[in-house]
DNA sequence: AATTCTTTTGACCAAACGGTCAAGAGCACG
DNA sequence: CGTGCTCTTGACCGTTTGGTCAAAAGAATT
């Protein structure tokens, strides 16, 4: 990375412009087919002076992708092991419900990266994602054997929320073009959810 | 199109060389990241030999996407109104989950086209697509008012579906990293959906 | 064997792309 | 005002990439 630590308020405002614009044209394009011309555009500055702010094209989706990963996982760290099983699930599905809604292009980054083979992002997943998910699972697994919830393998359980709320962001066209015009999908899916659950979960 | 129709068997068994090949690199690359030279060399033609069979990189992906698009929608177009409505619908979610263990490339490839907003496939989508899941969604809608199902939303039950069989497919390397070495995430899966989809839609 | 049609390829091209650089503009501060 | 620092940019470069072309190599047909 060019500047690792942002100095003056110009450096921290004008990363935060290409990391936006980044944003739009990868979630869009893909890594392969944004270039540095469109995310300059995109941010309104010219192709050296987006240079000036981040090393190279990867630098810049590497430094978009590392925020991300924190903030995707962050409801999943929110679930506690103290409060009421069900209710607690429930919130975990309604807050990624959430970011499909607040953040559909950081969804849709992600699920390209994914999709791909995480060929930029591959090592984290077998360390850092996978131990936070299998503590989740333990936890899930304790309520299962409490006759708290319903039982069920946690690690699919915690799949099946990740792909039922990511869905209605990653293949929000599809989702659009078959319910047709007029309507809110993820308002709808926010009830059609709360239901499937519901009912996977109730003992 | 260079030629609607192959002529002889040499242009059959090349073109389909071709798809194979622009399958396996359009998948893990995106169609932007995914070049001639590596299709070409991933199907053991030279680039102009190539060029010769397809008239051009869009026209290789869109063949691709036509020929997809068909055999996505079949496990659906195969439920039937007549038989027992949660048999059905199991069956459906066995198909789909199927076709993620045997087509996986095919699935990625559909949902790069979808994440980056089916750009090179859009008017499709709203029309046949649309019909086809509107139809079964009313079939549904009859199951659930004789009261053969638990009510719920059936097109976001369909949109379930999918997003939980494709899952395996799309999300594959997120899915193993998860769940560690030495594990069949489709095997485990097809137990869990059954338990998901059978206490969903059990009256 | 000659002819015709299909298939294959090496050489080539223009455009697009990621990235560099040197020089200038703006700005803070003694 | 001058000095040094941050920021901005036009011009440029080497490589990659999608695509062309003319000519050669194979098949098929007579």
């Known amino acids: 990375m060019t500047h690792p630590i942002p100095r003056t308020r110009i450096q921290e405002k004008n990363r935060a412009r ?9 979630s869009r394009a893909g890594f392969r087919g944004a270039t540095l011309d469109a995310i300059a555009g995109e941010a309104g500055l010219s192709k050296p002076n987006l240079l000036y702010y981040f090393a190279s094209k ?33 919130a975990y599905v ?6 499909s809604r607040d953040f559909p292009r950081e969804s849709r980054l992600f699920a ?24 989740k699972a ?3 697994q304790a309520w299962m054997d409490a006759g708290k919830i319903a039982p069920s393998d946690p690690h699919h359980l915690i799949f099946s929320i990740w792909s039922l ?13 078959v319910l047709g015009e007029g ?3 993820i308002d709808e899916a926010e009830g059609f959810l709360e239901t499937l659950f519901t009912r996977l979960l109730t003992p």
């Not at 309604?94 to 970011?99: A, E, F, I, T, Y």
Request: net charge negative.
């Open 18 to 26: 290409v990391l936006e614009a980044a944003l739009e044209v990868f």
């Open 58 to 90: 990867e630098d810049i989706h590497v430094t978009l992708l590392e925020g991300l990963v924190d903030r995707w996982l962050d409801p999943l760290r929110e679930m506690r092991a103290e409060g009421d099983p069900q209710a607690e699930l429930l």
């Open 94 to 99: 309604r807050r990624k419900l959430q970011m």
């Open 112 to 135: 390209q990266e994914i999709v791909q083979g995480a060929p930029r992002i591959g090592a984290g997943l077998s360390t850092d994602l996978k131990a936070l998910v299998d503590e």
């Open 138 to 140: 333990g936890v899930i």
């Open 165 to 177: 709320t990511q869905h209605y962001a990653d293949f929000d066209v599809q989702v659009r073009a």
């Open 183 to 185: 309507r809110d999908p």
